[in-house]
C-alpha cells in the first residue's frame, strides 16, 4: 500500500516559519519527483514546489519563490517544505504527491497525501 504521509502544518503568525514533511513508504519512488500542492478554501489546489528524483532539480511557483525551500533525504523517503516569510495568503491544506517529473507540476499524479493543514494569521 502506497502512503504519502504530511506532517509539520499548524498555525503561525504573518512572517514566522514552518517546516512541512513528507514520509513515502509501500513502494519505492525511484524515478519520481515529489512535490507540494495547496488548496485554500473556496479555490483549487494549487502547485508550490516540486525536487527531482536526484535532488537536483527543484521547481516553485513564483508566489513562493524566495521564501520556500524544498529539499530531500533519500534515505529516509522524506521530502520537506521549508516555508519562511509566511503570509495569511499562504493558508491552505497543504498536500505531498508523488509523479514523474515531466508531469509533477500538473497535478495529475496517482499518489497524494491526505494534506496537512497550514494557517497564518496577520
Known amino acids: 500500500q502506497v502512503q504519502l504521509v504530511e506532517s509539520g502544518g499548524g498555525l503561525v503568525q504573518a512572517g514566522g516559519s514552518l517546516r512541512l514533511s513528507c514520509a513515502a513508504s509501500?513502494?519505492?519512488?525511484?524515478?519520481?519527483?515529489m512535490g507540494w500542492f495547496r488548496q485554500a478554501p473556496g479555490k483549487e489546489r494549487e502547485f508550490v514546489a516540486a525536487?527531482?528524483?536526484?535532488?537536483?532539480?527543484?521547481y516553485y511557483d513564483d508566489s513562493v519563490k524566495g521564501r520556500f525551500t524544498i529539499s530531500s533525504d533519500k534515505a529516509k523517503n522524506t521530502v520537506y517544505l521549508q516555508m519562511t516569510s509566511l503570509k495569511p495568503e499562504d493558508t491552505a491544506v497543504y498536500y505531498c504527491?508523488?509523479?514523474?517529473?515531466?508531469?509533477?507540476?500538473?497535478?495529475?499524479?496517482?499518489?497524494w497525501g491526505q494534506g496537512t493543514q497550514v494557517t497564518v494569521s496577520s
Open positions: 509501500g513502494r519505492t519512488f525511484d524515478n519520481y519527483a
Open positions: 525536487i527531482s528524483w536526484s535532488g537536483d532539480r527543484t
Open positions: 504527491a508523488a509523479d514523474y517529473e515531466y508531469t509533477i507540476v500538473t497535478g495529475t499524479g496517482d499518489y
